[in-house]
Structure formats: structure tokens, C-alpha cells
């Protein structure tokens, strides 16, 4: 039904997404506030669309470009997802990793919402890292069709994400309230950012000896 491009995007994309942090712990508590959480959610989608079609089809298209850059592209990709996913599955161990929701905080204008959740975005650099450099680096080992259906996985993925983590949020709070939900979270995380690290290694080293 899905090609094994979308897939990828769809994993690579949520893998990197879902990874805890300074905007998922907003977004989560602002669902849990229901605080303009439609907003939030659009604001943080529409940053990941401008940021990851720029990888995808601007970034991407250049590295694929030149076999050499492909290579070690490929090669940087995965071995900062081996030590992202590294310290995901260090989270998991000790369960470092969690989050207070406070919900007697009042509810901000939209402004004041907007504004917070695009400087939590946007001011962070492993956004770009994320989006520009590993999903368009990713990206840039693909045919022009498959990239078309990869940013169509990532896009998906991100949607999904901020729009089910906002809305959803007052189910999962009960969950992310435990140090476990979190252990089993950051050991997913490790898993598919070791399995992607893995196959892009494979694809730099066929890629070298041919």
C-alpha cells in the first residue's frame, strides 16, 4: 500500500520528531491546557514542511549530486544516528528522561502561543540538523520519485505527531506521567535510529564499491 520510501520518510522523519524535547514537553502541555493547541500543532507542522521539503528537494538534490558527497553524507547520517540513538536507549536505561504538567497555569493569547511555540522551533539548531542535513541527507540516496514519496513519510509523520500529541494529550498524560512510558519511548527511538543508521551504512559501503 505505502512504498518503502514513504516508510523510511514516515520512520526517519518520526524517529527525529518524536525524540524528546523543548517542543514536544510545550506541545504536550499545551494540549493538556487546551491552549490554542490547533495553532500550536499547525505552527509546529508548517516549520517542519518549509524545513524538510528544503532538505528533501533543495539540500538533498544537491548532495545526490556527487557519489562522493553521497557517501559521506551517508556515513556522517549514520553515525550521528547511532549515538542519537545511543543516548535514546542511555534515556531508556535510566530513565532520565520525563516531564511535569502543571494545569493550573492560565491559557495565553494566540499571539503569546504562536510566539513561544515558533522560538522553541525555530531557535533550537538540532531543528536543522534534523530536518536539513539528516532527512535531506537521507533523502539525498533517493530517486526523484522515491524523494517525492519520502517527504510524503516525513510530512505524514510530523502531522500525525504534533496533531496527535496535542489532542491527545490528556489520554497520554496519565502515561507520560510514569518513568516506564518513557524507558519504552526512548527505547523505540533507539531501535529505529540504530535500524536507519544501519542501512545507510550498508548503502555507503555498496555505494563505495561500485
Not at 557517501?71 to 549514520?78: F, M, N
Not at 524523494?147 to 496533531?163: E, H, I, N, P, Q
Not at 498524560?173 to 551504512?201: C, E, H, Q
Request: aromatic fraction near 12%.
Amino acid at each position: 500500500m505505502f512504498s518503502p520510501a514513504f516508510i523510511q520518510g514516515l520512520l526517519v522523519s518520526g524517529g527525529l520528531i518524536v525524540a524528546i524535547g523543548a517542543q514536544n514537553a510545550y506541545v504536550l502541555k499545551q494540549g493538556l491546557l487546551k491552549n490554542h493547541i490547533f495553532w500550536v500543532a499547525l505552527t509546529c507542522f508548517l516549520c517542519d514542511f518549509v524545513l524538510i521539503s528544503f532538505g528533501v528537494l533543495g539540500f538533498g538534490s544537491l548532495i545526490s549530486q556527487s557519489p562522493m558527497a553521497t557517501i559521506v553524507l551517508a556515513i556522517v547520517g549514520a553515525l550521528f544516528l547511532f549515538v542519537y540513538g545511543l543516548r535514546a536507549l542511555r534515556s531508556a536505561i535510566s530513565g532520565s528522561s520525563g516531564m511535569a504538567i502543571d494545569s493550573s497555569q492560565q491559557q495565553a493569547t494566540i499571539a503569546a502561543t504562536i510566539g513561544t511555540t515558533l522560538a522553541l522551533t525555530l531557535l533550537n539548531p538540532h531543528v536543522y540538523l534534523d530536518t536539513v542535513v539528516i532527512i535531506g541527507g537521507v533523502a539525498g540516496t533517493l530517486t526523484p520519485e522515491q524523494k517525492l514519496a519520502f517527504l510524503a513519510g516525513s510530512l505524514t509523520a510530523s502531522a500525525l505527531w504534533f496533531f496527535g500529541l496535542g489532542y491527545g494529550a490528556r489520554l497520554l498524560i496519565p502515561l507520560f506521567n510514569k518513568p516506564v512510558t518513557w524507558r519504552v519511548l526512548d527505547g523505540i527511538i533507539a531501535l529505529v535510529m540504530w535500524a536507519i543508521a544501519l542501512s545507510l551504512a550498508m548503502y555507503a559501503y555498496q555505494l563505495y564499491l561500485s
